[in-house]
């Protein structure tokens, strides 16, 4: 079992910039591929960002077409902690956050642990 509490959430103007966290406890944290997705007012819950489980060779992130180049997802095993550093913030990407465990992939079902949410806003 892998607990998950987001943090970091929050209101903020456009162009902004916000870091959201996920601590993780439970089981091993660096063994589990980790996951943000995100739900706007009346639409459906949507991928953000994923970031493989350690490996030799480091990490791989992967990051949905409407967020790349502003967001960031990066962990530290040491803290068992994910993280999402969100720059260049626009009113679209306002929702609830949610911190994932168990995939790098955009497919919900996939992953099997998932965290509370924490709520971002951005106004224009």
């Known amino acids: 079992q892998v607990q998950l509490v987001e943090s970091g959430g929050g209101l903020v103007q456009a162009g902004g910039s916000l870091r959201l966290s996920c601590a993780a406890s439970?089981?091993?944290?660096?063994?589990?591929?980790m996951g943000w997705f995100r739900q706007a007012p009346g639409k459906e819950r949507e991928f953000v960002a994923a970031?493989?489980?350690?490996?030799?060779?480091?990490?791989?992130?992967y990051y949905a077409d409407s967020v790349k180049g502003r967001f960031t997802i990066s962990r530290d095993n040491a803290k068992n902690t994910v993280y999402l550093q969100m720059n260049s913030l626009e009113p679209e990407d306002t929702g609830v956050y949610y911190c994932?465990?168990?995939?790098?992939?955009?497919?919900?079902?996939?992953?099997?642990?998932w965290g509370q949410g924490t709520q971002v806003t951005v106004s224009s």
């Open positions: 994932a465990a168990g995939s790098v992939t955009a497919v919900e079902t996939l992953y099997d642990y």
């Open positions: 439970g089981r091993t944290f660096s063994g589990y591929a």
């Open positions: 970031i493989s489980r350690s490996s030799r060779s480091g990490f791989s992130t």
